[in-house]
């Protein structure tokens, strides 16, 4: 009888997919290179050429090697986690389990394919299981609403004993940004955007000027697997996207818009409710291939630091567009509660900067010069007393430069 601890196998593993595995002439030959380059020691550097070349990782045997590669680290032995088995059910509940229940309720909705109700069911219960125990596990994770779409396919290829390990990195240090108390740092991926259009076609980007890059939220958010449809379409995506860094995932969407040229150029630019309309829409069919092979050269020819109007410099040394640049796969679990905890006081420290400035803004007729100055010294002894020694200078730099400015009007 099946239940919710038992080592069950991937739907990789059978026959009912059917996509599972590519029918190409080369893929025998590809699949041994895999394997070899997912030895003891993974060759990470292979791996990253495979998964980015055509067919990506080809199908899910191997992919239950790679993906942990490519993540950074190994899954355990499996008497291991046999006895850590059902371990997490102790641990406080998370606060967003609520709504982890309401999303699982709604996926497996386009695969796997010709399942039962009973099936369908089993999925769910240990689709629920992997989240929550990745958030039991990390309390300090703030679920959202999109992230039962990648749980799903870590749990389709993995299986339900080795997926949450997989979550828990990916969640970490992959996606970390997407996980804090804020939506702010998930924006600032989106901000990326029009610097990368400009820098690839600035005729494109300035027609697109008026429409706020909002329209990519759900596919980077999700890493796109809220839209695709296929199961073979996003296994193949998560081959690329987990053998590059975090800003990688912006860069596909660029050339997904740059790919849309001519339609978008038919629809006015002074109709940006219709822009983004389309763009929040992934085209159907996508030619995977195709796009990945652009996202690479598009990437290569403009590398984030060069990317105009100082965008690249305006993003978070914390965050995981930053973090997951150069060998970041050295990074542990630990690494990456730390780096969560830099962006949650990054955080923290701006919001009281806008606080400040919104005060003094209401205020800017009646504090007078002396009662700024106290205000000043205030805010500088109060920074220092919550050990932001180092954020107290910059921080007032930015409120005085903000009171100059806003003098002027």
Request: glycine letters at 4%; one cysteine or more; proline letters at 6%.
């Amino acid at each position: 009888m099946d239940h919710i601890g038992a080592r069950t196998p991937p739907p990789g593993s059978q026959s009912s997919e059917g996509h599972q595995r590519s029918t190409s002439p080369a893929s025998p030959a590809k699949i041994d290179r895999i394997r070899k380059a997912c030895k003891e020691d993974p060759d990470v550097e292979a791996l990253i050429l495979l998964a980015t070349s055509k067919d990506g990782l080809i199908d899910d045997e191997v992919r239950r090697k790679a993906w942990p590669a490519l993540l950074g680290y190994t899954l355990p032995p499996k008497d291991e986690v046999s006895s850590d088995r059902g371990a997490w059910q102790s641990l406080p509940r998370h606060k967003d389990e609520d709504q982890v229940r309401l999303d699982v309720d709604r996926s497996f909705i386009y695969y796997p394919k010709n399942e039962t109700e009973l099936q369908l069911d089993r999925r769910k219960k240990e689709l629920s299981a992997v989240i929550t125990q990745v958030l039991r596990s990390y309390p300090m994770l703030s679920y959202f609403q999109g992230f039962h779409d990648i749980a799903q396919v870590f749990l389709l290829v993995l299986g339900v004993d080795d997926a949450a390990a997989s979550v828990s990195q990916l969640s970490l240090l992959r996606i970390r940004d997407f996980m804090l108390p804020s939506l702010s740092p998930s924006l600032a991926h989106l901000r990326l955007l029009p610097s990368i259009l400009h820098a690839a076609d600035a005729k494109l980007c300035h027609h697109l000027s008026q429409t706020q890059p909002f329209f990519a939220l759900a596919a980077t958010l999700t890493l796109y697997a809220h839209d695709i449809q296929e199961y073979g379409d996003i296994s193949r995506l998560f081959d690329f996207l987990l053998a590059h860094g975090a800003v990688v995932s912006v860069y596909f969407f660029a050339v997904i818009i740059l790919s849309r040229r001519e339609e978008l150029f038919d629809i006015p630019a002074d109709e940006p409710e219709m822009l983004h309309s389309v763009l929040s829409k992934l085209p159907k069919p996508l030619d995977l291939e195709a796009l990945i092979a652009k996202t690479t050269a598009l990437y290569e020819s403009f590398p984030p630091e060069r990317l105009p109007f100082r965008a690249w410099a305006r993003i978070s040394p914390f965050s995981v567009l930053k973090t997951t640049r150069g060998k970041f796969r050295r990074q542990s679990l630990d690494d990456g509660i730390e780096l969560f905890e830099k962006q949650v006081a990054q955080l923290r420290r701006e919001q009281m900067v806008e606080q400040a400035k919104a005060a003094l803004w209401k205020r800017r007729r009646s504090i007078g010069r002396v009662g700024l100055a106290i205000f000043v010294g205030v805010m500088a002894f109060w920074l220092r007393k919550g050990g932001l020694e180092s954020y107290a200078a910059s921080a007032l730099r930015r409120i005085w430069e903000y009171l100059r400015l806003s003098g002027r009007q």
